[in-house]
């Protein structure tokens, strides 16, 4: 895949080379330098944007267009404050299934709220709730409409450390609750290496596919897993992809 943005000195390439295949189910985590195109790999997948060269695909047809069947998350939630947290949680379904009955929305929101730990505050405001629990809250609105595939880009990246871990093992609980398809922009390696199936590392700009890693840890991981040998080999291993696919950028390819 190919894109390049047009601006006043002419066009910039974002994406060259860029080849990436995530399977139904399966949770993609997407690391590389800062500025290398990772927004914008989200955007394209969402239908936002379209390649110049190359094409997306989502569950066997092609994207052309924004679909409904995305599920966003962004650093900020960027809920609404007028409405309640239940109500911003059944928004997407508004759209996605205007006819279902309010009380099977409602049910399908508390049932969310339930494995994300938020019980008891469906009546809240957004602006009553901790940082991390509009966090929780913005995860439930993004999976409510059961979306074909859900992009996170750096949803945890505002979020204090000890925050960060629970809304990990949040993730990997609402992933074996109801698996979906998952492609997550982070700059975290260890969350890339504890929540990812895979981690794909991006080259700097213009940014390809530099390397693969397939992460092979129990389903059932607790975040103690992250302190194992194996995992700090793996660390070991995307920081060394990180530093090259930043020498590349330095190099002004
Ligand atoms: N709409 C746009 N028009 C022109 N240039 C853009 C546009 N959006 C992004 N860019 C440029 O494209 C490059 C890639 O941006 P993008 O946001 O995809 O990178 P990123 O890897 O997500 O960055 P970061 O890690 O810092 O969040 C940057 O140099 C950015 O300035």
Same mark, same amino acid.
Not at 53 to 78: C, D, I, S, Y
Not at 152 to 160: C, H, K, R, T, V
Not at 202 to 211: C, D, E, V
């Given at each position: 895949?190919?894109?390049?943005?047009a #601006?006043?000195s002419?066009?910039?390439? @974002?994406l060259?080379?860029? %080849?990436?295949s995530?399977? #139904?189910?399966t949770f &993609? &985590?997407?690391v590389?330098?800062s500025?290398c $195109?990772? *927004?914008t790999? #989200?955007r394209?997948?969402?239908?936002?944007?379209?390649?110049?060269? $190359?094409e @997306?695909?989502?569950?066997?047809? =092609?994207?052309? $267009?924004? !679909?409904?069947?995305? $599920?966003?998350?962004?650093?900020?939630?960027?809920?609404l404050?007028?409405?309640?947290?239940l109500?911003?949680?059944?928004?997407?379904?508004?759209?996605?299934?205007?006819?279902?009955? !309010?009380?099977? !929305?409602?049910?399908?929101?508390?049932?969310?709220?339930?494995?994300?730990?938020?019980?008891?505050?469906?009546?809240?405001?957004?602006?009553e709730l *901790?940082?991390?629990?509009?966090?929780?809250?913005?995860?439930? !609105? *993004?999976?409510?409409?059961?979306?074909?595939?859900?992009?996170?880009?750096?949803p945890?990246?505002?979020?204090?450390?000890?925050?960060?871990?629970?809304l990990?093992?949040?993730?990997?609980?609402l =992933?074996?609750?109801?698996?979906?398809?998952? @492609?997550?922009? #982070?700059?975290?390696?260890?969350?890339?290496?504890?929540?990812?199936?895979?981690?794909?590392?991006?080259?700097? =700009?213009?940014?390809?596919?530099?390397? +693969?890693? %397939?992460?092979?840890?129990?389903?059932?991981?607790a975040? %103690? +897993?992250?302190?194992?040998?194996p995992?700090?080999?793996?660390?070991?291993?995307?920081?060394?992809?990180?530093?090259?696919?930043?020498? =590349?950028?330095?190099?002004?390819?």
């Amino acid at each position: 895949m190919k894109h390049a943005y047009a #601006t006043a000195s002419g066009p910039l390439p @974002v994406l060259d080379g860029l %080849d990436v295949s995530v399977p #139904t189910g399966t949770f &993609a &985590a997407v690391v590389g330098p800062s500025g290398c $195109g990772k *927004s914008t790999l #989200t955007r394209l997948v969402a239908g936002l944007l379209k390649p110049d060269e $190359g094409e @997306v695909w989502l569950h066997g047809e =092609r994207v052309k $267009g924004p !679909r409904k069947t995305v $599920g966003m998350a962004f650093q900020n939630p960027v809920l609404l404050e007028w409405r309640t947290i239940l109500d911003n949680i059944i928004l997407p379904l508004e759209i996605v299934a205007p006819r279902m009955p !309010r009380k099977d !929305r409602v049910d399908r929101a508390m049932e969310l709220l339930e494995m994300v730990g938020l019980t008891g505050f469906e009546d809240k405001r957004p602006s009553e709730l *901790s940082g991390g629990m509009r966090q929780r809250a913005s995860l439930c !609105r *993004s999976i409510v409409h059961k979306p074909d595939v859900l992009i996170m880009d750096e949803p945890f990246g505002a979020l204090d450390a000890f925050t960060r871990e629970d809304l990990w093992q949040t993730m990997r609980d609402l =992933r074996r609750a109801e698996p979906f398809t998952a @492609v997550l922009i #982070t700059h975290d390696l260890r969350e890339s290496v504890y929540l990812g199936d895979q981690v794909i590392v991006l080259s700097g =700009r213009p940014a390809r596919t530099q390397y +693969v890693m %397939d992460i092979d840890l129990p389903e059932d991981r607790a975040l %103690d +897993v992250l302190y194992t040998p194996p995992v700090a080999d793996m660390l070991h291993i995307l920081r060394e992809q990180i530093k090259i696919a930043q020498g =590349r950028e330095e190099g002004g390819h």
